[in-house]
């Protein structure tokens, strides 16, 4: 059981857009924490691709784009393309658990 | 572009130990936190630990999982930090990666390694 929490799978046909939530609390999101997201694409590492609830690292294509709004986040991707289909992840801090960096359990996007 | 090589993965007996190692390539390793986080077959991703710059103290930080059994370590002059895995679990099974990390209101891993595979069966 994630701390927060993401849908298991989302879909898309290219050029589509879609939106992956990642729901918190009062003890992470509600509290002010950032939140950041990960892609994982198929066979690799997990891969920065939002901080700080909106800013992209150099290299991550403005197609993505992050917000946040009380208990909850959110991830889109415009221009949906093939290329994106992986897993993404959503990851804050937690007060009430010591030192801890908390995860959603992930979604699956699938390119139709 | 930084660089971080984990290294140390294999297969162990439950109750045993073993260390993994992160060679970190491409920036001043000093400067930075890390992290080790892992990820079970098939499932999602876990932090498991981090250690603070020296600046700030070099203090480490667990899961309550691996608390008591687990412990991070660095040597800032060799550019490497390792996670030392004790009393190894069936339940610890997974690909374990180290991370370079930055905060924003809170710690986010910029860099990760490619990932070591752990294996605690007997």
Redesign the interface.
């Known amino acids: 059981q ?1 701390v927060l929490t993401q849908p298991p799978s989302v879909s898309g046909a290219p050029g589509q857009r879609v939106t992956i939530s990642c729901t918190g609390s009062s003890s992470n999101i509600g509290a ?5 997201w ?1 892609q ?1 694409l198929p066979g ?5 691709l939002i ?2 609830n909106s ?1 992209r ?1 150099s290299g991550v294509p403005d197609r993505f784009s992050g917000s946040k709004s009380g208990t909850s986040a959110s991830l889109a991707i415009t221009g949906l393309q093939a290329e994106d289909e992986a897993d993404y ?1 959503c ?3 937690d007060s009430s ?10 979604t699956k996007l699938t390119v139709l | 572009e930084a660089q971080l090589v984990e290294s140390g993965g294999g297969l162990v007996q439950p109750g045993r130990s073993l260390r993994l190692s992160c060679t970190a390539s491409a920036f001043t390793f000093g400067d930075y936190g890390v992290s080790w986080f892992r990820q079970a077959p098939g499932k999602g991703l876990e932090w498991v630990g981090f250690i603070r710059s020296k600046p700030y103290g070099g203090t480490t930080e667990y899961a309550p999982s691996v608390k008591g059994r687990f412990t991070i370590s660095r040597d800032d002059s060799k550019s490497i930090a390792y996670l030392q895995m004790n009393s190894l679990k069936t339940e610890d099974t997974a690909v374990y990666y180290c991370t370079r990390d930055r905060y924003s209101s809170s710690w986010y891993s910029d860099y990760w390694g490619q990932g070591t595979l752990v294996t605690v069966s007997s």
């Open positions: 994630s002010g924490y950032d939140v950041h990960y994982q690799t590492a997990p891969k920065l901080f700080g800013n690292p992840y990851q804050s801090y658990l010591s030192g801890s960096r908390v995860f959603g359990g992930g």
